[in-house]
């Protein structure tokens, strides 16, 4: 029997959960920053230490954290389903639970790219200096899609979802584009299952006819969730 395929998209919440604290939750700043002044090219324009200093902090930290049960639970189901976890996270969390196949929207802490040449992208796990450069001698920029840029994988990331048999959401406000939008790219009619402490609606899945809240946080809804699905589907 043909797997169904499973595309989860994940924001902020389910890692907040392992510690790791998001902006929106705080007047707009990250860490004690202004987003715009460390996730912006014009941030990043102003002043290129404290953007590689603010960066290196949050890959330290990665090795503070833990998956959680959220990102556990998520991860089981690649036992029966065929699963693809699209993710506005830079964290690694995913992946360390155990999650086969994820794509990161808006990049990774744990890679670096050319300033100069988009598709020079590097695994690093420790700071980056002004010294590190890329292949063709520029300077090494985090690399992540930073406000304001395109969102390369976004074209791909549509494209999974608009095959998905269930499509489930968890700890995202659904209020940023473009991510916001693509549960839009979902087939009519398939289960969508909406995980978030607090669910906030937007136009795309106002017009979803099968859409399920679950108005609890990742680690307890996600596994509730994990638990039916394999249940009732394999």
């Not at 959960?17 to 460390?38: A, Q």
């Not at 590097?122 to 930073?146: A, F, M, N």
């Not at 106002?206 to 249940?231: M, P, S, W, Y």
């Amino acid at each position: 029997m043909k797997k169904k395929k499973i595309v989860v998209l994940t924001g902020a919440g389910i890692s907040a959960e392992s510690g790791i604290k998001t902006f929106r939750d705080s007047n707009g700043l990250w860490e004690g920053h202004d987003v715009m002044e460390v996730a912006s090219p014009q941030g990043w324009r102003k002043n290129r230490a404290l953007v590689q200093d603010f960066y290196n902090q949050r890959r330290k930290q990665l090795h503070e954290v833990e998956p959680n049960g959220g990102h556990k639970a998520l991860a089981e189901l690649d036992e029966h389903f065929e699963v693809c976890i699209v993710t506005q996270n830079v964290d690694d969390l995913h992946e360390r639970a155990g999650s086969k196949r994820i794509l990161h929207l808006h990049g990774e802490l744990r890679k670096v790219r050319s300033t100069v040449d988009p598709s020079l992208i590097y695994d690093w796990e420790g700071d980056v200096t002004e010294s590190d450069k890329c292949d063709k001698g520029s300077q090494l920029r985090p690399h992540i899609v930073w406000f304001g840029e395109a969102v390369p994988m976004l074209d791909k990331a549509a494209a999974i979802t608009s095959i998905a048999d269930i499509l489930i959401i968890v700890g995202t406000s659904l209020q940023v584009y473009p991510a916001a939008g693509l549960s839009g790219y979902a087939p009519h009619g398939i289960p969508i299952y909406y995980v978030d402490p607090f669910p906030k609606a937007n136009y795309e899945l106002n017009q979803a006819a099968n859409l399920e809240i679950i108005a609890e946080k990742a680690t307890t809804g996600v596994r509730k969730l994990v638990d039916r699905l394999v249940g009732e589907f394999s």
